[in-house]
């Protein structure tokens, strides 16, 4: 079938793209010197009495091929070297950290994108009335402002001012302790799924007094992405055809917006799901630092103020896959989404 | 180039951009005479670093002194904010300035070469763009060391690959027009052909946008240096005067919000810079984009 030689082809490309990045986060490594990058191996202290040894035994001092070949070799048996933060291999601190994170992207990705989608399209319903310039004010407010300043004054005002209304971290203490002990059960370590799953209210609504915060901080940036976007194609669809057409026969505006020019307008807009994927992977390492809300972000920062560079690379090839993934992804959605769209890349 | 007068007067006309020009101007003012703002004290040796008043860990509010008040150890915001601004024209200048050289030669020649070369240079890209920019630049610091040409360093790194491919479209777009293929005809050299014929016809409109990206560049070197990755302690950096603050976001219980300076004064400076360009940048979209300006 077509669309399974298009994946296909696809996966083979993506080939030499992760080769690259591979060659790009070990080059970063060969920065480094031979004694600097016994570290990353390094999981005891003690281990440090005898250096020499260690860069032998795993080849430090070979050639920039060799050391790849063997670089390549641990990464491809799951060992992305050891995070001195957590004192866990960074593919386990990854894992360890993922559902907190999880749990901010589950709640902030359809908060972004459903509110983006709906101001984008009143915006362009409403050109050049007060409606349009009241929300293309409040979009280019919206990504001008820096992500951690907004996440500070959040907190001065809903954790100083009101005090103790919406605190930073993930849960109070008495959650916590209650979440840890045998009594909860951790299902997915998603705070708030596993607190409908036990049937624990206050947990519940301990861990979304927690998330709002960051959620919000998360989300105004990639909103005002979205909902840019959304007016832009609105109003090119708005000019078409067939829009004229449905006026003509008499729909309602609102039918008209919300059926026959959003569904060809919201195209262009999934194209962007990457873009979106990775702002709110920036995003995410901003918003969980200030929140100290310990997800894989605030695991990075850790790793990235600490100089523990094993983690950060590790951290940044776990993302490129991911984030090449995605995208993969998004283009083949949009194969299904957009009939025109054929698979050898060519518009008709 | 009365192109260039008819651009200038509808970035006037439009009030946004207006504003936006207006922003960008008192900034560039500040960066010019911040000497005579905020002028650096008697026997001290570089203006950039933020003079202290003593060791005392907890801001000082406001006073005649200081008219911004003193954040964490004691740095004098007022001054490092005024100086923060020569900091930021800094970062963004030099980042933008890179980007465009190394976009525009690697993209004319993948452009008007193709083939193999166009593959090579595109392939390089796509393993650049694989990675979510911040994460990238995190790395970067990290290894080369925090500091501010370490911020500088992958700030470029991260940011060359998508405006080399823009310049890419353009130049295959005036690739095909006759009056390339007629210089070529009367034995002009490739090197001539892009320089003088491709690239003016071309990039003018990418090099615009990618000179008011100079907001974007400024946000993420804040956003470095708010994580602890750019500018040694001290150093006037609008994105430290900001992590400063991360430990005085709650005053005490009587005056919760007595902080609120050293809070917010940093980030008002980023915010409005940053806007300053994005109000011009959206006007210049919109201006660039025939398809809606028609409508």
Redesign the interface.
């Known amino acids: 079938m077509e669309l399974r030689s298009y994946i296909i082809r696809r996966l083979i490309l993506l080939i030499p793209v992760l080769f690259g990045v591979t060659i790009f986060i070990f080059g970063i490594t060969m920065l480094f010197s031979p004694i600097e990058r016994v570290s990353l191996y390094v999981t005891d202290a003690r281990q440090f009495t005898n250096i020499p040894a260690l860069i032998e035994m795993y080849g430090l001092d070979q050639p920039f091929w060799v050391q790849y070949g063997n670089w390549m070799g641990e990464i491809f048996s799951g060992n992305l070297g050891w995070s001195r933060v957590v004192g866990m291999p960074v593919w386990d601190a990854i894992w360890h950290f993922l559902p907190t994170t999880l749990e901010l992207a589950i709640f902030a990705t359809p908060i972004i994108i459903f509110t983006g989608i709906f101001l984008g399209t009143q915006a362009a319903a409403h050109k050049d009335r007060p409606l349009d310039h009241g929300t293309r004010v409040m979009a280019i407010f919206g990504w001008s402002l820096p992500t951690f300043w907004v996440g500070l004054v959040l907190l001065m005002v809903f954790y100083g001012y009101f005090t103790g209304l919406l605190p930073p971290s993930r849960l109070s203490v008495p959650m916590e302790l209650l979440v840890q002990s045998a009594e909860f059960t951790r299902y997915t370590r998603i705070n708030t799924i596993d607190a409908i799953l036990n049937l624990n209210g206050p947990v519940l609504l301990d861990a979304l007094r927690h998330l709002i915060l960051p959620i919000i901080t998360l989300s105004v940036v990639q909103m005002a992405f979205i909902m840019r976007l959304t007016r832009s194609s609105m109003l090119e669809s708005l000019g078409k055809g067939y829009v004229l057409t449905a006026r003509a026969k008499g729909l309602s505006e609102r039918v008209v917006v919300n059926k026959h020019a959003r569904r060809n307008a919201l195209i262009p807009v999934i194209t962007v799901a990457g873009y979106l994927f990775a702002g709110m992977v920036n995003g995410v390492v901003i918003t969980e630092t200030i929140f100290t809300f310990k997800g894989i972000g605030w695991w990075a920062w850790q790793s990235a103020v600490r100089l523990d560079i094993a983690s950060v690379l590790g951290f940044a090839l776990f993302n490129a896959v991911l984030f090449v993934l995605v995208n993969l992804v998004v283009d083949i959605l949009y194969t299904r989404v957009d009939p025109r769209v054929r698979l050898g890349g060519t518009v008709q | 180039m009365s192109d260039w007068k008819f651009m200038v007067r509808q970035l006037v006309k439009n009030p946004?951009s207006l504003a936006g020009i207006i922003i960008i101007f008192i900034f560039v003012i500040i960066a010019i005479f911040a000497p005579l703002i905020a002028p650096p004290p008697e026997g001290h040796i570089d203006p950039y670093r933020i003079p202290r008043d003593g060791y005392f860990a907890t801001p000082q509010q406001p006073s005649e002194e200081h008219i911004f008040g003193t954040t964490e150890g004691q740095y004098d915001i007022f001054y490092g904010v005024i100086w923060g601004t020569r900091s930021a024209f800094h970062v963004g200048l030099v980042v933008i300035g890179i980007v465009l050289v190394v976009g525009i030669v690697l993209g004319s020649l993948a452009g008007y070469f193709g083939g193999v070369i166009d593959e090579i240079i595109m392939?390089?890209t796509?393993?650049?763009l694989?990675?979510?920019?911040?994460?990238?630049a995190?790395?970067?610091?990290?290894?080369?060391?925090p500091s501010l040409k370490s911020v500088i360093i992958a700030l470029t790194v991260v940011s060359w690959p998508s405006y080399a491919r823009l310049i890419r479209g353009d130049i295959l777009q005036v690739r095909e027009e006759d009056y390339i293929e007629a210089s070529r005809g009367i034995g002009a050299s490739n090197f001539r052909v892009i320089m003088r014929h491709a690239l003016p016809n071309a990039i003018y409109p990418t090099v615009v946008m990618a000179s008011l990206d100079i907001?974007a560049v400024v946000?993420a070197a804040?956003?470095l240096s708010?994580?602890?990755?750019g500018a040694p302690e001290g150093y006037a950096d609008w994105?430290q005067l900001?992590?400063f603050?991360?430990n005085w976001?709650?005053?005490p219980?009587s005056d919760?919000?007595r902080y609120?300076f050293a809070?917010?004064i940093?980030?008002l400076f980023?915010?409005f810079f940053?806007?300053g360009w994005?109000?011009l940048g959206?006007a210049f979209r919109d201006i660039l984009?025939p398809?809606?300006a028609r409508?």
């Open positions: 946004l392939r390089i796509d393993i650049f694989a990675f979510p920019a911040l994460i990238l995190m790395a970067i610091v990290a290894a080369l060391g907001g946000l804040a956003a708010f994580l602890g990755l994105g900001t992590s603050a991360r976001i709650v005053g219980s919760p919000l609120w809070v917010t940093p980030g980023i915010l940053v806007l994005n109000l959206d984009d398809r809606l409508r």
